[in-house]
Every structure is written in structure tokens, then in C-alpha cells.
């Protein structure tokens, strides 16, 4: 299933919904243009390596934000930029731009601290809007649980589009993220080298801590 559309109507326009997508869409475009060498080096300046986190929280806690912007590819982006433009316009609209912006960045680095919990030691580094993004869709179910989204299905080689309660979708998604999560865990306590990934426990860090940050920020069921 692939969410499309909320037909929640949003009082004010989002822009600081606007902003992050095209924030993400620019920085992409220059991960694009550099060299294989030059993206290395970007990536382990602004991303969350966990090593470098681990051994030098000091000076490398500005990446549990800077890591936020950073995408691994076109499917990374797309993927989060059309979840973010679908549940973050409503989430911004019920809190207001600053403490929505506030929200959305708190969520992502709380999901990158979890992602880091697990991996302490590992050189590859994380990336991505996927926790802040989780920690906008745990607000929106907060917010609008029996709303409807229209959703695209893959029934083998046929398409098609339904309407699922918001609750339903956030949920399966929630729960698909926690079983890979431990399936990620398992793996690699069976491994003696290290893998990459989807990380599962940012999705899943960030989806808790929005759950109980969207309540402190004032957004209550509509």
C-alpha cells in the first residue's frame, strides 16, 4: 500500500512543509552532483555516523539534524517528500509553523539517537527524513485517526485505489517497521561483519517520541 492523497482540508498554507521538501530536494541535487570521493566525504560530515557520534558527541551532535537532509537516493526522497507532503500539511496546520517546524526536527533527531542506540559502534552512516517524517505521521493519527486516505494497492499485476482510515495505514506501517526492526537486530547478532540498511529503528524511534512530543506541543484529537 502506498498513500496518495488526505482530503483534510488545511486552514493556513504549510509552509514549513514547503520549505522542508524543497530544503530536501536541493540537498539531494548536490548529493547528485558530486563525485563518488566528494559524496563520501559529504556523508561523513553531515550525517550520523554512529563511531564518530559514539566517540565524539561534542563535536558530532550537530549531524542528528544535518542528517535530516541527506537521502540515499531518488526512492529515498520521493518516498519520504510524498509522505511529508500528504500528513505533514494537516500536522502544520494544527500546530502552527514554529512549533510544527520544532516538532519535526525534534522527532527526527530523538529517531536518530535511537538508530545510534542500537548501532553504536557501526562506521556506516544514517541518513534520511524517515524519523521526523514517522514522527509526523504518529501526530496525524493523534490528530485525525478516522480520516481517510486514498491508497494505492498492488494486488499482484493489477492497481488499484482505496480508502483507509488513517489509523489502519499508519498502523501497519508502524508494525511492518517493528518486526524488521528485531528481524535487524537478529541479523546482526548473527553476523561478524557489518551490513546497511533501512533504519528501522529511526522509523520506529521516531513514530514513539512523536507519540509523546505531539501532546506536549499542544495538538489533541480534532
Not at 530536501?24 to 557520534?53: C, D, G, K, M, R
Not at 482510515?165 to 548473527?190: E, R, T
Amino acid at each position: 500500500m502506498f498513500p496518495l492523497y488526505d482530503e483534510n482540508p488545511t486552514r493556513i498554507t504549510p509552509y514549513i512543509t514547503y520549505g522542508l521538501i524543497g530544503m530536501n530536494i536541493l540537498v539531494f541535487l548536490h548529493e547528485f552532483s558530486l563525485s563518488s570521493t566528494q559524496l563520501e566525504q559529504f556523508l561523513q560530515q553531515y550525517a550520523v555516523v554512529p563511531q564518530q557520534l559514539t566517540t565524539n558527541f561534542a563535536g558530532e551532535w550537530p549531524t542528528l539534524f544535518t542528517s535530516q537532509f541527506l537521502h540515499g537516493g531518488w526512492w529515498h526522497l520521493i518516498s519520504n517528500m510524498l509522505f511529508l507532503w500528504i500528513f505533514g500539511n494537516n500536522v502544520e496546520d494544527r500546530l502552527g509553523h514554529f512549533k510544527y517546524l520544532i516538532f519535526y526536527l525534534s522527532c527526527g533527531a530523538l529517531a536518530a539517537l535511537c538508530q545510534w542506540f542500537v548501532s553504536m559502534n557501526s562506521e556506516i552512516p544514517s541518513l534520511g527524513a524517515s524519523g521526523a517524517i514517522f514522527g509526523v505521521l504518529a501526530a496525524y493519527i493523534i490528530a485525525f485517526p478516522h480520516s481517510r486516505i486514498l491508497t494505492l494497492v498492488f494486488l499482484g499485476i493489477f492497481v488499484t485505489t482505496i480508502r483507509v482510515p488513517a489509523l489502519i495505514l499508519v498502523g501497519l506501517f508502524f508494525i511492518q517497521n517493528v518486526i524488521s526492526g528485531i528481524a535487524s537486530l537478529q541479523a546482526a547478532a548473527n553476523m561478524s561483519v557489518e551490513t546497511g540498511g533501512v533504519a528501522y529503528w529511526a522509523h520506529i524511534g521516531g513514530f514513539v517520541f512523536g507519540l509523546i512530543l505531539a501532546p506536549l506541543f499542544g495538538l489533541r484529537r480534532r
